[in-house]
């Protein structure tokens, strides 16, 4: 399996435009998560799904981000219009419910760095 | 709340030397799971080890072992045989029942050559 996959790696847009981020979880996982990476406030998760249904958003900051999961193998995060502030790494993390040694092991992809000029 | 504290945000150790990485929780739950992850420059987020709160074994991963220490909340991190590739940001992470990962603020590690 080749991981969690993201795009962009990096993104530089301008305040007010729209930024879409991309994330396919591992193959079989049915929990997937959205984390926001600052040095001021560490890793933050902003919302997860299970079986494609989002089940815990308190982490979104403000409505001006939304989230979606049409299928088992596609998710993304989206800010409209973009700030400054939303300056940061996002991470996906996908997990799977199966036993063994990865039982309950987030699996991360390697983020999207966004600059909101 | 449920909380995890890391309490060194940055230390350093000699290639070849032992260094422990500190973690302390909050929870009222009593099944759990405790993770630690390496978070190199690359910024790519990697398990490093992970302890079972029922198990009272500690985890070990080859140069990697925890200290856990369930009735004090406590699960630190020993690297023995520090290698230079060892230097990252670690994170010490908790996942009580809700499946709500909580993570620390991070140590940042520096292996000195």
């Known amino acids: 399996d080749a991981g969690v996959i993201q795009s962009p790696r990096h993104e530089v847009t301008e305040m007010g435009q729209e930024v879409t981020l991309r994330c396919k979880p591992i193959s079989g996982h049915d929990y997937l998560f959205w984390y926001r990476q600052t040095m001021m406030r560490g890793l933050e998760l902003l919302i997860y799904f299970n079986n494609n249904v989002p089940i815990d958003d308190s982490g979104m900051p403000e409505d001006r981000f939304s989230a979606k999961m049409p299928n088992a193998s596609f998710s993304t995060l989206k800010i409209q219009p973009s700030e400054p502030r939303d300056s940061a790494v996002y991470f996906c993390?996908?997990?799977?419910?199966?036993?063994?040694?990865?039982?309950?092991?987030?699996?991360f992809g390697a983020g999207s760095r966004l600059t909101v000029l | 709340a449920q909380t995890v504290t890391q309490s060194q945000p940055e230390m350093s150790v000699q290639e070849a030397e032992t260094v422990t990485l500190s973690c302390t929780y909050d929870t009222s739950e009593n099944n759990y799971y405790l993770f630690w992850y390496k978070q190199p420059p690359s910024r790519q987020m990697i398990l490093v080890i992970r302890?079972?709160?029922?198990?009272?074994q500690n985890a070990t991963e080859n140069r990697f072992s925890v200290n856990f220490q369930k009735a004090a909340k406590s699960f630190s991190l020993k690297i023995s045989d520090s290698q230079l590739g060892d230097t990252a940001m670690y994170f010490c992470?908790?996942?009580?029942?809700?499946?709500?990962?909580?993570f620390g603020t991070g140590t940042r590690l520096k292996v000195l050559a």
């Open positions: 993390a996908s997990r799977g419910t199966s036993g063994g040694a990865g039982a309950n092991v987030l699996t």
């Open positions: 992470a908790f996942m009580p029942g809700t499946y709500k990962y909580i």
């Open positions: 302890q079972e709160a029922y198990k009272q």
